[in-house]
Structures are given as C-alpha cells and as structure tokens.
Nanobody, 128 residues
C-alpha cells in the first residue's frame, strides 16, 4: 500500500503559475510506476491532466492543457510534480495524483481505471 500526498495548491490570480507536488510513501512502488495527475472541477467528472512514465522519459498531457503544463518526477525524492502556467479560472479544481496499477508500464495512460493508488487531492482556485 502506498500513500500519496499532494501539496502546492492554493488561490492564484489568472495568468499566474503553480507547481503541485505529490509525495509517495513507498519508494519501491513509486519508482516502478507511472504517475498521473487528474482534476475534478465542481459539478464535473474527474478528468486526465498529465502522466509520466516510471522512468520519467515518456509523458502525456491533455490536449486542452498542452503548452501550459508540464509533468516531471524525482524518483530519489519519491515525488512527482505538475507545473501549471498561465492559469485560467476554468483550471479551478481539485487536483489528484495517482499511481499506475502496473509496474514498469512502457506507455503512459490517461485512463483512470489503470491507476489504483490515489491521493486526497489539493485544491487549486484561479480567481481575480
């Protein structure tokens, strides 16, 4: 069982940036799993934001967010990051990180059912 704890959320103004972090409790699991970020806005379903392979080489991002976000990881620190730039009010949501259910998956997935460990989420509010 691995625990994931997100941090870095908060209230920002449109156009500002945030970097979210997700720390994992177990290095063995973390370093062998792809990691994903998802978000859920009020009244909407949870959606895919970005994902990164276990070795950090392959990434994927939602088409609607490409150009404004980047995902990275530091396996030595058991942490995955989500850098978000030029934030917009529609980015307001709870952001969750998740760990892939398979070890050493070559591809990165945006499918929620392929992730089996989830954090509690961190709130991001973009408002002037």
């Amino acid at each position: 069982q691995v625990q994931l704890v997100e941090s870095g959320g908060g209230l920002v103004q449109p156009g500002e940036s945030l970097r979210l972090s997700c720390a994992a409790s177990d290095r063995t699991t973390f370093s062998s799993r792809a990691m994903g970020w998802f978000r859920q806005a009020p009244g909407k379903e949870r959606e895919f934001v970005a994902a990164i392979s276990w070795d950090g080489i392959r990434t994927a991002a939602s088409d609607s967010l490409k150009g404004r976000i980047s995902i990275s990881r530091d396996n030595a620190k058991n942490t995955v990051y989500l850098q978000m730039n030029n934030l917009k009010p529609e980015d307001t949501a709870v952001y969750y990180c998740a760990a892939d259910q398979k070890n050493y998956r070559y591809s990165v997935s945006g499918l929620q059912h392929e992730y089996d460990y989830w954090g509690q989420g961190t709130q991001v509010t973009v408002s002037s």
